[in-house]
Each structure stands twice: as structure tokens, then as C-alpha cells.
């Protein structure tokens, strides 16, 4: 499979790839663990993530590893890990690329461990509790999160409102991929056999953890209380950019899940938005002054105007290489026959039906959208004429 990120080949590793897996002879011994931490200008925060961890390491007798995936930070934490110089701790470091979710696909990559545990470097989450999550990994966990939303679980403080807002909405809408209450959560593990069955990771943004309980089908997922500690050195690199490429994720994931049904979905969704346009367009144009006749037509062709731009651009965004003009032409003609279907459909009802008018017209509604939506499927913007444009895109995206 050809990786969907960039920069794997930029990385710089001490290690050659057959020394990365597990030996059959390690396989028998308690499961190595790794922990894969991501880094951006942290060096402020290393020497203490190092010691905690070491602790852990030391207290609960884990035969466990560091993976630390750092985007040439050039802050001086090379240096530092180089002069610690534990042969537990790697230091990779990736040139030309940059991304959270990628890092810490890397670093899985990269690991040795049996299990995987991945958290930030920024102090914010309680590695005491990794001895907890392994537990119930042993116990038939696909996946465990250290949660800031169960009983037991908080943030800090000073979490503006804001934040708290936001990091609620962004949960409420991974709700049909996970039961999890704290699916943003960046502190999680799983076994290593559960990461390598999950195919075609094209993560975007931040939220790499709910990308893999998506990519590889994980259940049985549980969730450990932690206080979130707020970062004390250094600054979040979360920006508003990375919020919007949360909606992108989240898009990707719910084709993933639900194929083409996504696609209804989203013409559906459209056509609901498309109605709203008609509507506004109508009370804007005979509030100007132009006769209901006029009015009534304009506002339908904006909206079908505005319907075919969002269903090219998003339900079959597959076939927006193809030529806009001809997509366009048999929309309008195909959306005219789903009128007429419409219109056949509400008299055919009204036949066996005569006393049920509005029912009539949402059966003819019904049927002029189901119309629309299979010719849109297989003639407007059906796949034959571009699938090699759009494959090439989606490798380079
Ligand atoms: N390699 C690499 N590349 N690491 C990065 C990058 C990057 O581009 N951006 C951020 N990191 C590292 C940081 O250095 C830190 O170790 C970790 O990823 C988290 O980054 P923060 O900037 O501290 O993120 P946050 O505190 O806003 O977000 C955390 O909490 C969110 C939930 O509120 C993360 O755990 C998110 O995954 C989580 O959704
Ligand atoms: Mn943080």
C-alpha cells in the first residue's frame, strides 16, 4: 500500500527496518511496550517526560521503549536526547514534514513494542496510568484512552469556555464512529496487531487517535480517568486551521464507515441547504420587486445552481475532474426529469389516495430524489470518465 502522507522517506532512524519488529523470542516474554510521543519545540518539556517516564518504567518493572518523532524542531532537543544517551530513547527525526497525525503514524512505524502507547510530550498527560491502560489491553481492550470526560476524569482550570466548547462539539460529532467520551483524546494504547489491521490511514490534522479506533475497527475501546494538566512550557500548536481540517477528517472517516451511503447522506444534506436557497432567494427577489412568476423561477434555478456546485464538490467529489459543463447540462436535464417524476409520482398517489394531498406531494418528493440522486450517481457524475484523475489526487492529497 502506498503511504497516503508525506515525508516517511525524509526520516533519519538509527534503526534498520528488520530490527524494528519483535523477535519470536521477545513474543514469549511479558509484551514490550513502546511509547510514541510527538514533538514540536519541546525541549523545555523532555528532561521531565523523560523522567516520568523512566519512572514508570523503573516502578512498575516494563520492559518499555521511547519513540520521540520530532519535526526538525532545531530548539536544541536533538542535543539533549543525543547527551542523555539511554538506549531505551529514540530520537527520530523527520525533515519536510509536518503534521501531529502523521508523527505519530511514524513513530508506530517505527516502534518495537508489542504495544504502542502514544501521548504529548507537553506533561498534560499522567504516564503513571500506563501500568492501568496495559492492564486492560491484557484484559481484551482493542483500544484504551486516558479520558478527561469519564467519572473521575478533568482538565484544568483555566480551560476557557471556549475551549471546553469546542472540544465538546468536536466529540459530539465523532459520536457515530465510537462510544468513547473522549474520542479527541491524544493519550491512548492498543496492541500492536490491532494497528497493523487498519488500512488506508489519511489522517489530516490532530485527531489521530479517533482515525485509528475508525481504520482499525477497534470495539472494545475503555477509557482510564486522567486529569489533563495544562501545558506549562512551551506553546499548543492547535490553530483555528487545524479545527477546519477536523471537519475534513471527519468527512473522510464517515466515507470510510458508511461507503455510499455517505454519499446519499450528503446529497441529502445538500438538497436540505439547496431548499433554504430557494426560499431565501424567493422572499429576496418579490421583496425587490420582481413578479412571483419571475421569482419563483430564479429561485429555482440558483438552487439548482447551488445544488450542483456543493454535490460536485462534495457527495461526488470523486468526479470533479471530469468537465464542469457537461456535469452541469445533464444535471439540469436530469433534475427537469426528476420534476416530472415528482409530478407523476403525487398524481399516481393522488389516484389511490384523492384525500391525502400532503402526502402526496412528499411521495412525489420521495420519488424526485430518488431520481435525482441515482442519475447524479451513474450518468451526472459517474466515475468511468475520471478515475484516473481522481486517483492520482488522492495519493498527492
Ligand atoms: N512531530 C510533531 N509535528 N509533533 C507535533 C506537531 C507537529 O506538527 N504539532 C504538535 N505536536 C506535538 C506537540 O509537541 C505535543 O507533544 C503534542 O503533539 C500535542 O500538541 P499540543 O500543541 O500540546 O496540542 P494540544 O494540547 O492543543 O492538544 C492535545 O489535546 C487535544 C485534546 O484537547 C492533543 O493531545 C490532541 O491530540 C488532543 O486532541
Ligand atoms: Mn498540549
Redesign the pocket.
Same mark, same amino acid.
Given at each position: 500500500m502506498t503511504p497516503m502522507w508525506p515525508g516517511r522517506s525524509a526520516i533519519e532512524s538509527p534503526f534498520a527496518r528488520s530490527e524494528r519488529r519483535p523477535t519470536a523470542a521477545s513474543r514469549t516474554a511479558a509484551p514490550s511496550v513502546t511509547i510514541i510521543?510527538?514533538?514540536?519545540r519541546?525541549v523545555e518539556n523532555l528532561p521531565h517526560l523523560i523522567d516520568r517516564l523512566a519512572q514508570v518504567r523503573d516502578a512498575a518493572a516494563l520492559p518499555l521503549d521511547l519513540v520521540i518523532?520530532?519535526?526538525d524542531s532545531q530548539d536544541g532537543s536533538a542535543e539533549l536526547v543525543a547527551a542523555r544517551s539511554e538506549a531505551w530513547i529514540q530520537f527520530v527525526v523527520r525533515r519536510g514534514a509536518?503534521? =501531529?497525525s502523521t508523527?505519530v503514524l511514524d513513530g508506530m512505524n517505527h516502534a518495537r513494542g508489542d504495544i504502542l502507547v502514544c501521548m504529548?510530550?507537553?506533561l498534560?498527560h499522567p504516564p503513571h496510568v500506563i501500568p492501568q491502560m496495559l492492564a486492560k489491553l491484557q484484559e481484551g481492550a482493542d483500544f484504551v484512552v486516558g479520558s478527561r470526560y469519564i467519572e473521575g476524569g478533568s482538565t484544568s482550570d483555566d480551560w476557557g469556555f471556549f475551549r471546553w466548547l469546542n472540544?465538546r462539539v468536536a466529540t459530539l460529532l465523532a459520536r457515530p464512529f465510537t462510544a468513547l467520551q473522549d474520542p479527541?483524546?491524544?493519550f491512548f494504547a492498543l496492541k500492536r496487531e490491532t494497528f497493523e489491521r487498519g488500512r488506508d490511514f489519511a489522517p489530516v490534522g490532530?485527531?489521530i487517535g479517533l482515525e485509528l479506533v475508525v481504520r482499525c475497527r477497534c470495539e472494545r475501546v475503555v477509557e482510564i480517568p486522567i486529569h489533563f494538566e495544562d501545558?506549562q512550557f512551551g506553546e499548543?500548536? =492547535?490553530t483555528f486551521r487545524q479545527q477546519l481540517l477536523y471537519l475534513r477528517h471527519l468527512r473522510r472517516l464517515y466515507i470510510f464507515k458508511y461507503g455510499h451511503w455517505s454519499q446519499l447522506i450528503q446529497f441529502l444534506v445538500v438538497g436540505g441547504l439547496g431548499t433554504l436557497v430557494n426560499l431565501l432567494c424567493l422572499t429576496l427577489l418579490v421583496g425587490v420587486g420582481v413578479s412571483v412568476q419571475s421569482a419563483v423561477a430564479g429561485a429555482i434555478v440558483v438552487a439548482m445552481c447551488f445544488n450542483f456546485a456543493l454535490n460536485r464538490r462534495f457527495s461526488f467529489a470523486q468526479a470533479r475532474h471530469g468537465s464542469w459543463v457537461r456535469q452541469f447540462l445533464t444535471y439540469a436535464a436530469a433534475s427537469s426529469i426528476g420534476a416530472l417524476v415528482n409530478y407523476a409520482a403525487a398524481l399516481l398517489i393522488l389516484r389511490y389516495a384523492p384525500a391525502h394531498l400532503r402526502g402526496a406531494a412528499l411521495g412525489g418528493i420521495a420519488a424526485g430524489t430518488a431520481f435525482n440522486f441515482l442519475a447524479s450517481r451513474y450518468l451526472v457524475f459517474r466515475l468511468a470518465h475520471v478515475r484516473l484523475a481522481s486517483n492520482e489526487r488522492s495519493t498527492r492529497s
Open positions: 510521543v510527538p514533538t514540536y519541546e518523532v520530532d519535526d509536518r503534521g =501531529l508523527a504529548d510530550a507537553d498534560s472540544s479527541m483524546a491524544g490532530y485527531k501545558r499548543s500548536k =492547535l
